[in-house]
């Protein structure tokens, strides 16, 4: 929902927010700032639909994968693994995600692995 209004108080604008507006435009800056505050908002509103197709393709084929994804961060915390690691080294998505890396390999694989 996209809020158009001349109502310029902060107050007014962050309600509605509240209340469920993604974007709040206010008539008084003028139609074509207006008009510019728009176009930005359909073009944020696009790029985000398109990261959200590309997750959910990247999703899609890790998932459905059988060789064994997983997503580490520099500190080496676990930020995804995909099913096959059930298979494979038998502990369940939940249990592993949030967990360290050593959790799955020896502490010299969890080096090589920060250093790439």
Known sequence: MIILTNHPQREYQEKCLELGAEYFLDKTRGLRQVDRDLQRFCRTVSGEEK?????????????????????????????????????????????????????????ACETRTRLG
């Open 51 to 107: 990261l959200n197709e590309m997750e959910e393709r990247y999703r899609v084929v890790a998932e459905t994968r059988r060789h064994v994804i997983i997503t580490i961060d520099e500190q080496s915390t676990i930020l995804f693994v995909n099913k096959s690691v059930e298979r494979v080294f038998g502990y369940t998505v939940p249990e592993l995600l949030g967990q360290r890396s050593r959790a799955l390999f020896p502490p």
